[in-house]
């Protein structure tokens, strides 16, 4: 049973537009959401995070909204650039229930494709 | 370059055979996890050390093991291989003994299993 979901497995956009990736998750004892971008032959890096106390957070060109009613966040990339071009995770934990012993759940990615 | 090192970088093997991965947390981090990334998969959760002590299990097969040195250095051993073992092996590092803020990803081992 997939607890975090990224339901479009690619997204293309046209550079200097909005990328939007979108995550839903299941289990409502998350409480602290992640994105994670991936170059291919690289680790996933940290992009950006959001706790469920908030329902937005802002870094530059990255917004993470957080919909806890609908269980959904989404990343909004403006503008996008060729750079933006990755693999993006959306992964998810319980930091205030205490089950973080066990990390993050992540979702399977969205490959994310800027046009020039 | 994130400091978190993992070697090797690529290993190719035969079923049936056992190998062993290597990670090098970032300097201070006490905690270290291994995920799995088959194709098209996001990235599953295997193992969490911290400071040597095993911390959480997740969905780690019997043929798979970790342990963590006294330097903080671990290996993921995986025995027994089948073709479907086949996968990007990730390691992650963090200071705390908690993973619910996120940590730093080496670039992986790529396993491929003949």
């Known amino acids: 049973d997939q607890q975090v979901k990224q339901n479009s497995p690619s997204l293309s956009v046209q550079e200097g537009r909005i990328s939007i990736l979108n995550c839903d998750y299941t289990?409502?004892?998350?409480?602290?959401f992640l994105w994670y971008k991936k170059y291919p032959a690289e680790g996933p890096t940290f992009l950006i995070s959001?706790?469920?106390?908030?329902d937005k957070n802002e870094d530059g060109r990255f917004t993470v909204f957080l919909n806890k009613s609908a269980k959904h966040l989404s990343l909004h990339i403006v503008p996008s650039q060729p750079g933006d071009s990755a693999v993006y995770f959306c992964?998810?934990?319980?930091?205030?229930?205490?089950?973080?012993?066990?990390?993050?759940?992540f979702g399977k990615g969205t490959h994310l494709i800027i046009q020039p | 370059d994130s400091g978190v090192t993992q070697t090797p970088k690529h290993l190719i093997t035969a079923t049936g055979q056992r190998v062993t991965l290597r990670c090098s947390p970032r300097s201070g981090d006490l905690s270290v996890y291994w995920y799995q990334q088959s194709l098209d998969q996001g990235l599953q959760f295997l193992i969490h050390?911290?400071?040597?002590?095993?911390?959480a299990k997740g969905n780690i097969l019997e043929r798979f093991s970790a342990q963590q040195f006294p330097d903080l250095h671990s290996e993921l051993n995986l025995s027994s291989l089948e073709l479907g073992d086949s996968a990007l092996y990730f390691c992650a590092s963090s200071v705390a003994r908690q993973g619910s803020y996120g940590y730093t990803f080496g670039s992986g081992t790529r396993l491929t299993v003949v």
């Open positions: 050390y911290y400071n040597g002590e095993e911390r």
């Open positions: 289990n409502s004892m998350f409480d602290y």
């Open positions: 959001i706790s469920s106390i908030k």
């Open positions: 992964a998810a934990s319980e930091v205030y229930s205490g089950g973080g012993a066990d990390g993050l759940t």
